[in-house]
């Protein structure tokens, strides 16, 4: 069964703190891997898609990278308005409409 | 491009009234989800439009749910007899054919009392 785990369920830094995100997904086929960022009472917002191993995508302070069994994403420098839940989410090759999500990783960067 | 548009942003109803979501989304997406969201969870896949056909309905769908999206433009989301369970986030999403990026709404967030 498809499955995707991020970890930590929570992770507090300080402003400046670099640190990573993981999220290692279980799938038949990756269509496609997504990074998405929640901030509390809105939807998701879109960040990168990832789609081969080996591939990396850069913004601003967030930069994404993929392997064969997990994604990372790493925060360099975060500032606290980088501070939101941030949600993997993957497709696989038999059915591009249904994304299968993590429970995400809620991130807080104290000033 | 004015992004995914969902109206009400709130609604408060009472256990057993029916209530209606509405969802506009990205003008030239033929693509529109329907999840549901709850604290500390991923969004739930709910059901999926490629313009005004509905080809896909998760199974734990109850039949108290229902959407529809008539002229392959917006969609609405209506739940009957509304159950104390169904209190939720509800989230409509956008995307173009052929492309796997969804791109969502503020949502809805839904209290049954």
């Known amino acids: ?57 850069e913004k601003e302070r967030l930069k994404a990278t993929l392997t064969k069994k997990e994604s990372f994403l790493h925060i360099t420098a975060p500032k606290p308005e980088d501070s939101a839940t941030y949600l993997c989410a993957v497709v696989n090759a038999g059915n591009n409409r249904k994304l299968i999500w993590g429970l995400g990783t809620s991130l807080a960067v104290n000033p | ?63 108290r749910f229902s959407a529809e999206r008539p002229k392959g433009s917006f969609s609405t989301l209506e739940i009957q007899r509304t159950e104390q369970g169904d209190s939720a986030m509800y989230l409509c999403a956008s995307s173009r054919t052929g492309e796997s990026i969804q791109y969502f709404g503020a949502g809805t967030r839904l209290s049954v009392l």
């Open chain 1, 1 to 57: 069964e498809d499955q995707v785990t991020q970890s930590p369920e929570a992770l507090r830094l300080q402003e400046g703190e670099s640190s990573s995100l993981n999220c290692s997904y279980t799938v038949s086929g990756l269509r496609g891997l997504f990074w998405y960022r929640q901030d509390p009472g809105k939807g998701p917002e879109f960040l990168f898609t990832l789609y081969s191993a080996g591939e990396e995508k």
């Open chain 2, 1 to 63: 491009d004015t992004g995914v548009s969902q109206n009400p942003r709130h609604k408060i109803t009472k256990r057993g009234q029916n209530v209606t979501f509405r969802c506009d989304p990205i003008s030239e997406h033929n693509r529109l989800y329907w999840y549901r969201q709850t604290l500390g969870q991923g969004p739930e896949f709910l059901t999926y439009f490629q313009n005004e056909a509905q080809l896909e309905k998760s199974r734990l769908l109850s039949d």
